[in-house]
């Protein structure tokens, strides 16, 4: 009875569902300093997260006053890059403001480069669920900006801030898409690198206690748009993880394998815009258009390849040659798109393998 008593105990410490409420409270926004560039207003600031702790962030505004689609950008984490905090996507959040998207790039527990080795790794279960309430929080700020549009929220996730975004999703019924980058299955991947290797009975305890917040059981919830990218020659997230999130979520949801590392590259950030023009209907500019388009016919969908080809979307977006200057330069614009589309990199659609 006493081992009885003391297995039920257990089960009750470890691979216990998590609770990512949190109480409604005042976000307390304070602007520190504001800035343009590139035609974007760049607000630096903090805001009351979970239990109160300030946290800070970048908010990237378009100029104007018109209705746009939100996101929120959750960055990686590597102690050696000086990205590894919110400034990871802060130009891509700036370029992404010209087609009409607000964005939030708010810091973490992992933005500390020192963060990882100096962390207590009998505190990670109850610190994750703190983060996701975090990340909560940060949509809270996101959506009461009154420009933003509340039915076109998406959330951006690279490593630790793809694994911790994707419970986000799956848990605030706000997202409507969701890209994952460079993320593996499992927080107990990560949390046992390194010197906080376990071995036997105590790793298996750990992983037990963490698999409640799996992203790999996290993404399969997802019922939104999600674009995944992964890549080829990446040390931390191997094929059979990659494979494992391909079965996880359902198709037609494309998961794109680049050349390139951890960091994944350029290719990666321009697939990415479009998934977020496409999935949040932002304004397109003449190359968005071209990559929209190859997209359509890599993945074969007919109706999106039918549209390209319709006289209204001619009419609208290429105008003819020997037209108005406009027009002209519109279609020049396209025309240079269509060269340099073909500098694109071969990319690899994951298979399950």
């Not at 891509?92 to 790794?121: C, F, K």
């Not at 990446?234 to 059979?240: G, I, L, T």
Request: charged content about 25%.
């Amino acid at each position: 009875m006493i081992r009885l008593l003391l297995c039920l105990a257990a089960v009750s410490a470890f691979g216990q569902d998590p609770d990512f409420s949190y109480p409604a409270k005042p976000l307390d926004v304070r602007v520190l300093q504001t800035e343009k560039q590139s035609g974007a207003e760049i607000r630096d600031l903090t805001f009351a997260g979970a239990n109160g702790k300030r946290i800070a962030a970048f908010l990237v505004l378009p100029s104007g006053t018109a209705s746009a689609a939100g996101t929120l950008y959750v960055h990686w984490y590597d102690s050696a890059e000086p990205t590894s905090n919110r400034y990871e996507f802060l130009d891509e959040a700036i370029a992404m403001a010209r087609h009409g998207m607000i964005s939030l790039l708010p810091e973490t527990m992992w933005s500390d480069p020192n963060w990882y080795p100096s962390r207590v790794q009998a505190d990670d279960f109850k610190n994750s669920v703190e983060q996701v309430k975090d990340l909560r929080r940060a949509l809270d700020v996101l959506t009461a900006e009154p420009r933003v549009d509340k039915d076109r929220i998406a959330l951006v996730g690279h490593d630790f801030g793809g694994m911790y975004g994707v419970v986000t999703a799956a848990v605030d019924s706000r997202i409507k898409a969701f890209t994952l980058m460079a993320s593996t299955t499992s927080f107990s991947d990560w949390y046992t690198y390194g010197k906080f290797r376990l071995e036997g009975e105590a790793r298996e305890k750990y992983v037990a206690q963490m698999a409640p917040l799996d992203p790999v059981a996290h993404i399969a919830k997802l019922k939104v748009p999600v674009l995944m990218q992964f890549a080829n020659f990446d040390f931390y997230v191997p094929r059979d993880k990659i494979n494992a999130f391909r079965k996880a979520v359902a198709k037609p949801n494309p998961l794109w394998l680049y050349e390139a590392g951890h960091g994944l590259d350029w290719q990666a950030e321009r697939d990415r815009k479009a998934f977020l023009i496409d999935k949040l209907h932002l304004s397109m500019e003449s190359t968005d258009i071209i990559h929209a388009y190859f997209q359509a016919r890599n993945e074969g969908d007919p109706v999106k390849i039918e549209a390209f080809h319709s006289a209204d979307f001619r009419e609208t977006f290429l105008g003819q040659p020997g037209g108005d200057l406009a027009e002209r330069k519109k279609y020049y614009e396209f025309d240079e798109a269509v060269h340099g589309h073909f500098e694109y990199r071969f990319v690899e659609t994951a298979k399950d393998s």
